[in-house]
Structures are given as C-alpha cells and as structure tokens.
C-alpha cells in the first residue's frame, strides 16, 4: 500500500501545488513577517528603487497576478542581480509557467551566490518541477539540496515543505515522515502540513487518522481536486473489511438504540397506562379526554414506528444472516480445514432463515367465520338488546352476531381498510355459549356494554399495520422452528424474539388502555356493580368450563361413551368446588404478564369501583336468565357440541356423538 500511495502522490504532486480557483476556502501559505521584512531592509538598504519595485512585484503576487508579479521580478532581477531574493522567486515564477530551462538558472545563480537555506530549497523545488520524466539525478540532487537547506534552517516551513516534496519523488519514507512531523510543530493549521500528515499516517496505515486530516486540510485550503482524489486513494486502500465494518458498527449500535429506546418508551407508556386506569374519569362514558386522549395519540404514534422499524429491520436481520455464513466460511479457509458438518448448519440456518423472512413478508389471511352466524330474525330478544346497548353507548349496533363453543365474548369489524374507514365495515359480535350458563341479563349487557365501547373508540377500526406485523412476526419465528433455524446462534432467532418483546410491550400496553376505556364506557351505561358481576362471571365460567370438559372427556373418552350436548352433560366424577374456586381465585388476582392484553380482572373490578357509577334504571327483565335472549337452547349447544367435537378430533381426541 505504501508503493501504491507513493506512486499517487508524486502523480498529482505538482497539481495539487499548483494554485486553484476550486477550493474549500482560500489557501494563504504561513506567513513569516520577520522575514519578509528582513529582506526588505536589506534590499531598502541598498536601492530604494528596486524596493519600491520589489515591493510593487509583493503585491502582485498577493492580488493574483501572476504576470505582473513575474514582470516587476524581471525588473528587480535586472536593477540588482545581487538581491538573491528576487532571483529566487522569479525562478519559482517562472516555473510555474512552465519555463523549466529559465528557472534552473535563476535558482542555480541564486544558489551560486548565496548558499542560503531558502535558495537551497527554491533550487530544490525548481528541479522537481522539472523533473517531468522521472529524472533520477534532478531527484537525488533535489533530495540533497532539501536536506541541506533543513539542515540549516529546520525551523522554517518552506525548507521542511520542500524536504516533504523531494522525500516523496524519491519514496524516502523515513525522511518524509520526519519532515511532515516537523511541518505539524511549525504550522500545525496549515492546509499542506495536515495534507503531508494525511500522508504520511496513510503511509503508515492508520488510514482514520489520513482520511480526517485529509478533511482538515481541505477545510484549510487544500484544492478540491486534491481532496477528492486522495479521499479515494484511502478509500480504496482499504480491505472490505475496513471498509464497512466501521459503518456496520455504527448501524447496528443506531439499530439497537432505537430497539432500546422502543423497549424503554413502551414501560414509559404502560406505567403511564396503569396511572390512568386508576384516576376516577371526569367524563360520564369512555372516552379519551385530556390526558388519556394524549395518552392514545402517543400510543398510536409509538406502535406505528415500531411497526415500522420492524420491516426496516429485515434488511439488516438478512444481512447478519449472510454475514455469519461467509464467516464460517472465511473461518474454515483461514484454519486450512473444512468441517463438512459445520458447513452444512450454517447452510441450513442461513437458507432456513432467509426462507422464513421471505415468507413472514407475503402472509396469506383467510376471512373465516368465527363461529355460528345467527339469524338475528329468529332472535329478536337479543336483537332487541344488542339495539339497547348500542344506544345506550352512542354507536352503530352489530351487523351480525356468531355462536362459538367457549366462553368468550368480543367484537371484530370485518372488511377492507378502505370500508372501516367510510363506515362500512361489517360489525360482528362473537358470543360463546358456555358464558351465557347462570349469567343475568344485566350482567350480559354490561358486558355488551364494554364491547360496545370499543366499536364507539374506534378499536376495531384501522389497525393494520400492527395486524400485518404480529402475523408476519408469527409467520417469522414458525418457519424458523419449521427449518430448524431457531437457534441462539442464529442472528434472525435474536431478533424475532427480541423484537417480539418490544412489540407486545408497546400493542398490549394501548390494548389496555383501551380496555380501561370500554371499562368505563359498560360502568357508566349500566352501573360499576353490574360489570363488575359480568366481568367476575365471565372469568368464573372461563375456568368452571374448561373444567367441565376436562372432567367429561376423563370419563367418556376411555369408556367411548357417546355425548349429544357437553354444555348439559353431568359427569360422575366432576371436579372439587374447593379446587375450583381457587382457581377462579387465582384467575382473577393472577400477576398481568408483558403479553396479556388485558390487566388482571381484580384491578379492573377496583377501577370501575372507584368510579361507583349506577348506570341505566333496571328493566323488568334484567334479573332474567341471559339464555332467554336466544331461541331453542338446546339446539344450540348441541350444534356448538358438534363443533366442539370436531375441534377435538383435530388434537386427536376423539368423541362419539349420541344417536
């Protein structure tokens, strides 16, 4: 690489002294007053005349003009050939207009009369100069001159600038490198003293320290030109390896910053959540105000650019996948041996790896039915109710209603992003038949009540960015255990599992706010008491239920007893109620994880106490059976046991049905 450098810098050596109208700011060569005016005094002394045309030829070479300049010099040269000082730098000016015989003989006269350590090295200059084909004795003799005027002036900037020059025609690494370190003890600001030591650090191959002084020198005057030029001589004498290892780093630590900052923002957000939750609102419903709607917007913000970093993560995420293969490639050639075995995990994980990144990016969505779809004229009690609560909360009712197996109880809006946002969208609430078993009417619209809060909050609405990337991330990490590629060694098992955590911390944290909110809305509709007995309810026959039919396939599967309807269905040996109430006990107080979307039930029954909110009066049918909304029960869960039955067979567990 020092060869390379060398053969560079002597190519563009007399460019880049040359002076240039394209600069980062104007060159001004160090200055040495005491000088310049000691040979004034000198020539004053003896020739007025000739000092004033001296002084004339000063100013001309300040102004620019060249021609002038070389014109008054030729004047002083004729007046007073003894003023070596003017012979000296009408050679310099002559060389710059190319007149290389004339300025070999004006600088060896100067020279000859006066063995100064300037004309020394202006001698010196004229012969590189000169030297346009590589003469080796204009080279040695330009080397020597320069040396010798070092020797008798190290302390002056055009004798060490000159050493500098003539060090360089002659790839004299050594003597470079001291001459560049004592132009940066002489004048450390001057654009060509950090231009030699961009050199000569380059030379040595700290090529950071090259390339910033390099930047330096052209923020002090260096010629554009130069600047570029030499900024791609460092930039190509680095291996890849330096070459983008560097801006790896940085973009991998700006990566991680923002992952951090992500993560920190999401335990900001949900402590900010818990706060919220348990100030008693000032508003008689669940709507965002003040702080809580600040509270929403930030969250809406955060999610999307976490959303966002998370597909702008994916190019880096392949890019450390490669990476860790051709590195175990790279490390395999460098130890002389090659682990068959070794190579064909690190081809699994890569392929496996960047197949299932592939995939997470075009995920497929079936719009499947969640359940039973009601005919609603067959049903007008529920009709009816669902229209009650609707307006009670102050929004558009549900479009459809569909039965499922469980216990759940939730709302979806179904169609396109473009048909949520004009209204259109289908609105369908998701009623599980094991939660109506032993549940009131005004339980049951309490907890229609919440649901309906979300649809009037918008919750539903919009949110698809967020949908796309928890189904990608899923799609992500199961191809990955699919391939085999779910490995701590493996770059891309990192980060879907890191990246996973800061997700949920940030999603479910605005989930639940917004089931504070529909809280709030179901509190003020109909009363804190009768959510807090609908949402009770709802947890108690979650585990009663799950129960239940652990208890029956206990008995009829070993037996193969055949079952018609598991909802009605007693078996012989059911579970102990002090079993079971510790367990609806422990599902009620259980520690919310960072992947819940709800808090726990206790807290949210103590929120929508502190509120103490009486809602709507009772209706003559509150305190009735929530079944009687629906016709011909039976039916139903015998359907819904069917459905059941066939979710089972899909595990492997089998149940015959009753003739």
Not at 94 to 99: F, I, V
Not at 316 to 334: D, K, R
Not at 624 to 650: Q, Y
Request: a neutral charge.
């Amino acid at each position: 690489m020092k060869g390379a450098l060398f053969a560079v810098a002597v190519a563009v050596l007399a460019f880049a002294l040359l002076p240039s109208a394209a600069r980062a700011a104007p060159y001004v060569p160090p200055y040495d007053a005491a000088f310049e005016a000691k040979i004034k005094a000198e020539i004053q002394g003896r020739d007025p005349e000739g000092a004033a045309l001296f002084a004339q030829a000063t100013s001309a070479r300040d102004r620019g003009d060249d021609a002038a300049y070389a014109d008054l010099l030729e004047k002083v040269h004729a007046r007073d050939p003894w003023f070596t000082h003017a012979t000296r730098r009408l050679c310099q000016a002559e060389s710059m207009r190319d007149h290389h015989d004339r300025a070999l003989a004006l600088c060896r006269e100067a020279y000859a009369a006066d063995a100064s350590p300037q004309n020394a090295a202006g001698l010196a200059t004229a012969l590189l100069a000169a030297d346009q084909g590589g003469n080796a004795d204009y080279g040695t003799r330009a080397l020597e001159l320069a040396r010798e005027a070092v020797q008798k002036a190290p302390g002056d900037y055009y004798t060490q600038f000159t050493l500098c020059q003539a060090a360089l025609r002659m790839k004299d690494t050594r003597t470079f490198g001291t001459a560049a370190a004592a132009l940066r003890g002489i004048a450390p600001r001057d654009a060509f003293t950090l231009f030699f030591s961009s050199l000569d650090d380059a030379m040595k191959g700290k090529l950071d320290d090259a390339q910033r002084e390099l930047d330096e020198a052209h923020a002090a005057g260096l010629p554009d030109a130069t600047y570029a030029h030499f900024r791609d001589v460092f930039e190509d004498a680095r291996s890849p390896w330096d070459r983008w290892a560097p801006r790896l780093v940085k973009g991998f630590l700006a990566w991680l910053a923002v992952f951090g900052l992500l993560l920190g923002l999401g335990a900001v957000l949900s402590a900010a959540t818990m706060r919220a939750a348990s100030r008693v609102p000032t508003d008689a419903g669940g709507r965002a105000t003040g702080g809580d709607a600040l509270l929403r917007r930030t969250y809406r913000v955060v999610l999307t650019l976490t959303c966002a970093y998370y597909y702008l993560s994916l190019p880096f995420v392949a890019l450390s996948v490669v990476g860790l293969g051709a590195g175990v490639v790279y490390a395999c050639l460098a130890l002389g041996t090659i682990p068959i075995k070794l190579l064909l995990i690190a081809g699994v994980i890569v392929l496996a790896s960047l197949w299932a990144m592939a995939k997470s990016l075009f995920v497929r969505v079936r719009d499947e039915d969640p359940g039973e779809r009601l005919d609603l004229a067959q049903h007008p009690k529920l009709r009816a109710v669902l229209d009650e609560v609707a307006a009670r909360i102050g929004t558009r009712p549900v479009d459809s209603v569909y039965v499922a197996p469980g216990t759940q109880v939730a709302v979806l809006e179904r169609g396109g992003l473009l048909r949520q946002m004009r209204g259109k969208s289908e609105r369908c609430l998701v009623l599980g038949a094991a939660v109506l078993d032993g549940m009131r009417l005004r339980e049951l619209k309490a907890v229609l009540a919440h649901e309906y809060g979300h649809f009037h909050n918008e919750d539903t609405a919009g949110g698809g960015f967020a949908l796309a990337v928890r189904r990608s991330l899923f799609t992500f990490a199961m191809h990955l255990a699919r391939g085999g590629a779910a490995s701590n060694l493996n770059p891309a098992w990192w980060f879907v599992r890191g990246f996973n955590r800061v997700f949920h911390g940030v999603s479910q944290g605005a989930t639940r706010l917004q089931e504070i909110l529909a809280d709030r809305w179901a509190a003020f509709a109909y009363g804190s008491e009768a959510f807090s007995r609908g949402l009770t309810h709802v947890v108690s026959r979650s585990v009663r239920f799950d129960a239940h039919i652990a208890a029956t396939l206990q008995e009829v599967v070993p037996a193969k007893e055949a079952v018609a309807n598991f909802y009605s269905f007693v078996p012989k040996k059911d579970v102990e109620p002090k079993k079971i109430e510790d367990a609806v006990e422990q599902a009620m107080s259980r520690p919310a994880s960072p992947y819940d979307s709800h808090p726990r039930p206790v807290d949210r029954i103590a929120w929508v106490t502190r509120i103490a909110a009486e809602g709507a009066p009772a209706a003559d049918d509150d305190a009735s059976d929530a079944w009687s909304l629906l016709s011909d029960r039976d039916a139903i869960e015998k359907r819904m046991s069917d459905e059941l039955r066939s979710r089972l067979a899909m595990r492997g567990i089998r149940v015959q049905r009753a003739a």
